[in-house]
């Protein structure tokens, strides 16, 4: 299993552009959470998934979409880039069939917006 | 909010013990203590978890008081790689899915 990956590794926009950040997982995983982490700082739930089709807010879900329209994929949608987005994002991804489950975690995405 | 307290940085002689506390005053019964920890620049590693019984694999001990208010995480033998933030959660296990906060953490730093 490749776990949970994310695409790209890095990337630098220009403010007001849009953007995707992919993320998949090949375990199966009913739940999927996008992060982001700022310097210094814990990671900040943006928006999670308990299901395909099903999506709900997080902490800081301004300025951020995503859908669900497979249990393998969760992208996270950047509308119009804004500097105060610059960040390194996080995918996770965790099971329901398992009595206590922990999220896996993928690689990150470093963001630059300038 | 979150819901745990730790200390923002701690350090641990290489070789030794490192002991990293947390305080979760407000859990509920059915929430487990789970701990992550983030190596630099790399995604959050799970590390352990439990509920009320203490807990140990390869890589860590988890003491839970018995009134479940604190736990403590403990590296036996640190090293260098041991060096990373490390978080402590509290969060509901299998029967649902809530929203796992994570806090800033305990920075810890492994000295040779």
């Known amino acids: 299993n490749a776990g949970v990956t994310q695409t790209p590794k890095f990337q630098v926009l220009k403010t007001g552009q849009s953007m995707t950040l992919q993320c998949a997982q090949d375990?199966?995983?009913?739940?999927m959470s996008w992060y982001r982490q700022d310097p210094g700082m814990g990671l900040r739930l943006i928006h999670y998934?308990?299901?395909?089709?099903?999506?709900d807010q997080g902490e800081v879900p301004n300025g951020y979409n995503v859908s669900r329209s497979t249990t393998e994929d969760f992208p996270l949608r950047l509308l119009s880039a804004a500097p105060s987005q610059t960040s390194v994002y996080f995918c996770a991804s965790s099971s329901s069939r398992r009595e206590q489950e922990t999220q896996y975690f993928g690689p990150g995405t470093r963001l630059l917006v300038l | 909010d979150a819901k745990t307290t730790q200390p923002p940085s701690m350090d641990c002689a290489e070789g030794r013990a490192a002991n990293l506390p947390c305080n979760h005053s407000?859990?509920?019964?059915?929430?487990?203590v789970y701990w992550y920890r983030q190596i630099h620049s790399q995604g959050p590693q799970y590390i352990i978890h439990?509920?009320?019984n203490n807990e140990t694999n390869e890589m860590a001990s988890l003491i839970i008081t018995e009134d479940r208010k604190s736990s403590t995480l403990i590296l036996p033998h640190a090293t260098l790689r041991d060096t990373a933030v490390y978080y402590c959660?509290?969060?509901?296990?299998?029967?649902?899915?809530?929203?796992?906060?994570f806090g800033p953490g305990t920075s810890l730093s492994v000295i040779p």
């Open positions: 439990g509920l009320k």
């Open positions: 407000t859990i509920s019964g059915n929430e487990y």
């Open positions: 998934s308990v299901g395909a089709g099903i999506t």
């Open positions: 959660i509290v969060r509901v296990g299998r029967t649902s899915y809530d929203k796992v906060i």
């Open positions: 375990m199966n995983h009913e739940y």
